[in-house]
């Protein structure tokens, strides 16, 4: 009997040891996938591919920009094609992806958009976006933004050198992850 026991407990705890890097594995597979996500969108853009600018969200998207309405899918994907379509102006975005955390088919990322417009009388004017992508896979396998919240960055003289110990990272990545388990919840039914 102890033999079984003892056999059992082995292989349990054998399980959970190629469990949790098969589980690593997946989590940076997903990010790796949502990262390309966004690149390719963000050289579709650049591109002025007009037709390829939706494909990164989803019909359900919802979205807070700058403090305006909330906003849907419709709304984002008409915005984006009227802009490349204006041939008396052109745009580009660079993307720089702070973090990705991804949770199952969940992934959120802070990121900051600097988005580039150049006028017809050659003068740039430069939008810095930081913000926050909610992006759940969908049933074909890829990710698609189903949430983000954007806002343009403050104007300020340069910050003084940090002194002492830094909680903003540690805060951001608690705040993230319980955001992950919230979306978690409300799809499983667990929040009411």
Same mark, same amino acid.
């Given at each position: 009997?102890?033999?079984?026991?003892?056999?059992?407990?082995?292989?349990?705890?054998?399980?959970?040891?190629?469990?949790?890097?098969?589980?690593?594995?997946?989590?940076?597979?997903?990010?790796?996938?949502?990262?390309?996500?966004? @690149?390719?969108?963000?050289?579709?853009?650049?591109?002025?591919?007009?037709?390829?600018?939706?494909?990164?969200?989803?019909?359900?998207?919802?979205?807070?920009?700058?403090?305006?309405?909330?906003?849907?899918?419709?709304?984002?994907?008409?915005?984006? =094609?009227?802009?490349?379509?204006?041939?008396?102006?052109?745009?580009?975005?660079?993307?720089?992806?702070?973090?990705?955390?991804?949770?199952?088919?969940?992934?959120?990322?802070?990121?900051?958009?600097?988005?580039?417009?150049?006028?017809?009388?050659?003068?740039?004017?430069?939008?810095?976006?930081?913000?926050?992508?909610?992006?759940?896979? =969908?049933?074909?396998?890829?990710?698609?933004?189903?949430?983000?919240?954007?806002?343009?960055?403050?104007?300020?003289?340069?910050?003084?050198?940090?002194?002492?110990?830094?909680?903003?990272?540690?805060?951001?990545?608690?705040?993230?992850? @319980?955001?992950?388990?919230?979306?978690?919840?409300?799809?499983?039914?667990?929040? =009411?």
């Amino acid at each position: 009997m102890m033999l079984n026991d003892n056999l059992l407990a082995s292989t349990l705890v054998a399980l959970a040891l190629f469990a949790l890097p098969a589980r690593a594995v997946a989590e940076s597979s997903a990010e790796s996938e949502v990262r390309a996500a966004l @690149s390719k969108w963000t050289a579709d853009f650049n591109a002025g591919k007009a037709e390829a600018v939706c494909s990164l969200f989803a019909p359900e998207l919802a979205y807070d920009f700058r403090g305006y309405p909330e906003r849907g899918y419709r709304d984002v994907c008409a915005r984006l =094609q009227r802009s490349l379509g204006d041939a008396s102006k052109s745009y580009s975005y660079a993307l720089d992806i702070r973090e990705v955390l991804v949770s199952g088919d969940l992934a959120v990322v802070r990121l900051v958009w600097t988005l580039t417009v150049t006028l017809p009388n050659g003068q740039a004017v430069t939008s810095v976006e930081p913000g926050m992508d909610v992006f759940r896979r =969908q049933a074909d396998g890829t990710w698609k933004i189903i949430r983000y919240l954007a806002y343009q960055a403050p104007e300020r003289a340069a910050a003084p050198e940090p002194r002492g110990l830094n909680l903003v990272p540690m805060f951001a990545a608690l705040f993230f992850k @319980s955001l992950i388990w919230l979306f978690a919840a409300f799809k499983t039914g667990g929040v =009411q």
